[in-house]
């Protein structure tokens, strides 16, 4: 018995425990060990993360391909776990300890600080997990995984080994972004960059063996720079090749201000001659784009700082090499003064000492760590790296071979674009939280790359031993003594990028490379749904190393989808206040709702405007089918054995059959184009439009009057098409689809585990079919084999014809009413022109339905339309409407012109906005979306006006 209200509450829970009990997301089930696999991998989440929107949009879009295949009879593996996030993690349990006033990670060392941060994950990680089974996500749960879990960190040791062993992992010393506060490189994906209001100094500095004079020119070069701190490691100054101004001083010497070291001037198209004074500073060791021009021109790099971002000039050979007694005179001076302060300091002594031309303020992009909020430094240290350039080949070829294919398709140029500038990949960080580096070093630094560390140990020892560094006796020692080993060969501190473990996520949690039989079972995977803003830190790095590893691409589709924005169309952020807690619209909506709207809204390129409104609009929808539901209850609506759809004698059953078979093909080709959006408006209209507000309410006379072969009959159509009903709209509103599954039949098993109405068999054989028949008609309607189900096959053109026209007429005469401002209790009567035999016959069988939902007094047939009637167009066939004492017809005309006149000013108003240049550039996207849709609507608005005024005018 369906309940009188549709509680999500109290559903969800009972409904997630159903599908428990039925294992019903469980991969490899006994009856499907022959299916054709489907598998999606889970991006997964950080295990310290909690739902946002973007995780709910993500999530949404898998379950509904997982929830439809799984229908379709495939083997669908969801592939669920959580990410390590080892710079988040490690952060959110030193701050537990700070809070707790307990020692600090240093305090404890490595081994203790790692135990508690396991504690930590056991009693607090994962949160995200139960999150995402509240939204409804259909993941085989029993097969959870872990980054740091032992499996994924025994592939993530072998890669990395076999990677050293192939040259393509190697130690350098580069730029990174690095982290003063954090103390370890970031990625960009962990760079957020900020506008800062600052300033632009332009500094003179001499040229060698000319006497400084800041009164001329002559004596010196100018340039500009917004972190003047940096200035104590340049290297060069930097003119462009064409810049004639600077021709004839290319090859000499400037003298550094303060330091004086003396530095070339050298040729390079970095600079532009367009900008400030047309040379700039080149600090190798503390700016990337700086860094190129030193390795082309062979520029030592001196790196100023240290860890913390304090002038490090003490004991720094790179920094003494060359300088005077000035220079020297700083170490003292300044060593360890924090980078900011010594900006002023270094300012102060340029103006003092004449060198500082001018200050200009500057607004531009500073990079900020996205967790410790401080500026990030370009950093010179030794750091292990991937060759990304070799592995991205491959990578390259397979997208554009077609391989592997991106939804939408142009962010296949994004995916281009970063993939063939690649750079090396840097994959050490100095954190504690993550997979350690399997990397050890000898007295003389040698390195030792193994999966384990006594693989490690036994090549060292066996290495030196060979060398006669050490006797065999002492090998023997340290191979069963840890202690004296430790003081002999250590491992690097280091640990791994946390996408380093990702990349592998295709195939690690399928059990690589400890078992395969997963991996040949569902390798590749099927498709993966990601965001825009990883397709470069996780989709290229799992193209790179599938391929690399598994000789297959990961995923033959990548559908990539857009951003939730506020209803403004404003990005969400904590600091606007416009963030919407998913959480919350579950707990007040339902996960359903929720869900439909996203999907709804989920068109391919457009980023989704979410309202409160429009989930709640959904949980209206879902309401409407409840009561349908329990409206159809209530009139004995159950399905009968065998019943079958197709062998209906009533034509409103019949139509209800036809139009069933067309909203299940529109919505399996929809979500097979991964259109989700045209995939929800189908079936959403389907129920609303056609279900509920046609069917049901054409269908009421009959339910409700005496016991008859057309009773029973329409009984059991209400009840076949709600049953069709339920499945298509599954895999978006499973709580409350399932519910009704469970209630108004008896079931075999749960609706997630029931077939979908088209299977993948049946779709060839109707492709098939459709080709056959268009190649030799192309009106001809596509016949399925016998062994074809219902509803998916089913067409009555008649039927159609004859409901499909009352529909219309009464939503035309509705429109009408409504365009002309009359009363619903005005009656008027109805007069069909030129109406053949068939078309008087169908008339007269709907009248009563005319007259009720049309407010039609009477319906009538003429040759022609009397003077002074509205006529309508409706599939072909004329309908007249005398309006004469119903309507003021000139009053109605000046109204009709006064809103048109309004509707013109209205997009007058737009075009000038949007054709203001100025405007379009300055204004924010929200803003300028925000027009676009005012004149959308106006437009729309002024469509409607103009066709009631030629009715009008039509009318006399």
């Known amino acids: 018995m369906i309940e009188k209200n549709y509680q999500p509450a109290e559903i969800e829970p009972r409904i997630r425990a159903a599908w428990d009990d039925a294992g019903a997301f469980k991969a490899g089930r006994p009856e499907r060990r022959d299916a054709e696999p489907f598998t999606i991998v889970i991006p997964p989440p950080n295990v310290t993360g909690s739902l946002h929107m973007g995780h709910a949009l993500n999530n949404t879009l898998q379950d509904i391909l997982c929830r439809f295949e799984r229908m379709r009879g495939r083997d669908v593996l969801w592939q669920p776990g959580t990410d390590h996030a080892g710079i988040a993690t490690q952060m959110v349990v030193e701050r537990q300890l700070a809070e707790r006033k307990e020692p600090s990670r240093r305090d404890m060392g490595r081994e203790k600080f790692l135990e508690r941060v396991w504690q930590w994950k056991a009693e607090s990680g994962g949160i995200i997990v139960n999150q995402l089974k509240r939204l409804g996500a259909s993941c085989d749960w029993s097969r959870e995984r872990f980054t740091m879990d032992e499996g994924l960190s025994r592939a993530v040791a072998k890669v990395f080994v076999a990677l050293h062993r192939d040259g ?24 957020q960059q900020i506008e800062v209001k600052g300033n632009l100094w332009h500094l003179r500095y001499p040229y060698e063996g000319k006497t400084f004079n800041p009164e001329d020119p002559s004596t010196f070069i100018v340039v500009a720079t917004t972190r003047p701190e940096t200035m104590l490691g340049d290297s060069a100054v930097a003119v462009n090749p064409a810049d004639d101004r600077y021709r004839s001083v290319v090859g000499k010497n400037v003298v550094l201000p303060l330091v004086g070291r003396k530095i070339p001037i050298v040729a390079d198209d970095y600079s532009d001659p367009e900008k400030g004074s047309g040379a700039v500073k080149i600090t190798p060791a503390h700016d990337f784009n700086d860094f ?37 005179d700083l170490i003292g001076d300044m060593h360890g003064m924090e980078r900011f302060a010594a900006r002023r300091d270094i300012v102060a002594r340029l103006e003092q000492q004449g060198y500082l031309e001018k200050i200009e303020p500057n607004t531009h992009m500073v990079p900020h760590g996205d967790r410790s909020g401080v500026v990030i430094e370009p950093f010179l240290t030794d750091q292990w790296y991937v060759d990304a350039k070799t592995l991205a080949a491959p990578a390259i070829a397979a997208v554009r071979s077609g391989a592997t294919a991106f939804v939408p398709k142009n962010w296949e140029k994004t995916y281009f674009e970063w993939m063939e500038n690649i750079q090396p990949w840097c994959i050490s960080r100095q954190l504690w939280w993550g997979h350690q580096i399997p990397a050890w070093y000898g007295p003389d630094g040698k390195v030792f790359v193994a999966e384990t560390e006594e693989e490690a140990v036994g090549k060292a020892l066996g290495y030196y031993t060979e060398q006669g560094v050490i006797t065999d006796e002492q090998a023997h020692e340290m191979a069963v003594d840890p202690a004296k080993r430790e003081e002999f060969i250590t491992r690097d501190e280091d640990v791994l990028d946390t996408w380093f473990s990702s990349a592998l996520w295709p195939f690690s949690t399928l059990g690589w490379p400890d078992d395969e039989k997963d991996v040949r079972r569902y390798y590749p995977t099927s498709v993966l749904v990601t965001g825009f803003d990883i397709i470069f830190f996780w989709v290229a790095r799992m193209m790179m190393m599938g391929l690399h590893f598994m000789n297959d691409v990961p995923f033959p589709t990548v559908y990539i989808h857009a951003l939730v924005r506020d209803e403004n169309g404003a990005k969400m952020s904590k600091s606007k206040g416009n963030v919407i807690d998913p959480l919350h619209l579950i707990d007040d909506y339902g996960a359903d709702a929720l869900r439909f709207t996203l999907a709804a809204m989920a068109a391919q390129g457009r980023d989704i405007k979410l309202s409160t409104q429009r989930v709640e609009g959904y949980r209206n929808f879902a309401t409407k089918l409840w009561n349908a539901s329990r409206f159809a209850e209530m009139n004995g609506c159950e399905l009968a054995k065998g019943f079958d759809a197709t062998q209906c004698k009533e034509t409103l059953n019949r139509w209800i059959a036809h139009e069933t078979s067309r909203a299940t093909h529109e919505v399996t080709e929809a979500i097979r184009a991964y259109r989700f959006n045209d995939a929800a408006g189908a079936i959403y209209r389907f129920v609303w439009n056609v279900y509920c507000d046609w069917y049901l309410e054409l269908a009421k006379p009959v339910l409700t009057g005496p016991d008859s072969e057309a009773k029973r009959e329409t009984q059991a159509a209400v009840a076949w098409a709600r049953d069709e009903i339920l499945k298509l709209l599954h895999p978006f509103m499973p709580y409350i689809t399932e519910e009704l599954w469970a209630v108004t039949a008896k079931r075999d098993n749960v609706l997630a585990l029931a077939a979908w109405p088209i299977q993948p068999d049946d779709e060839i054989a109707l492709e098939a079919s459709m080709q056959t028949a268009m190649a030799g008609d192309p009106l001809a309607i596509p016949v399925m084999p016998a062994s074809a189900g219902q509803a998916e096959t089913f067409s009555d053109p008649k039927a159609e014809a004859e409901i499909g026209w009352l529909i219309d007429l009464v939503t035309t005469i509705r429109s009408v009413r409504a365009e002309m401002n009359i009363a619903p209790a005005t009656l008027f009567p109805l007069i069909l022109v030129g109406a053949a035999k068939e078309l008087q016959e169908r008339a007269l069988r709907w009248s009563d339905v005319i007259k009720r939902m049309a407010r039609v007094a009477e319906i009538s047939f003429d040759a022609a339309a009397p003077q002074g009637s509205l006529q309508l167009l409706v599939r072909g066939e004329t309908a007249a409407i005398p309006l004469k004492g119903v309507i003021d017809l ?19 108003r737009v075009d000038a906005k949007l054709g203001n240049e100025k405007f379009v550039a300055n204004a924010p996207e929200e803003v300028i979306d925000e027009q676009r849709e005012k004149r959308e609507e106006a437009v729309g608005r002024r469509t409607k006006i103009v066709d009631a005024l030629e009715r009008l005018k039509a009318a006399g």
């Not at 730029?175 to 962990?190: F, H, Q, Y």
């Not at 000139?890 to 007058?908: F, G, H, S, V, Y």
Request: charged share 35%; hydrophobic share 40%; glycine share 4%.
């Open 168 to 191: 393509l992992i190697y130690k350098d010393k580069r730029l990174v972004n690095w982290d003063p506060k954090l103390l370890t490189a970031i990625s960009d994906l962990e760079v």
């Open 890 to 908: 000139a009053a109605e005309k000046t109204r009709l012109e006064k809103e048109l006149a309004k509707a013109d000013a209205d997009i007058a």
């Open 292 to 328: 190129e021009v030193g390795k082309r021109h062979k520029l030592p790099q001196i790196n100023i700082l240290d860890i913390e971002g304090r002038l490090a000039l003490a004991d720094n050979d790179d920094y003494r090499k060359g300088i005077a007694q000035n220079g020297f």
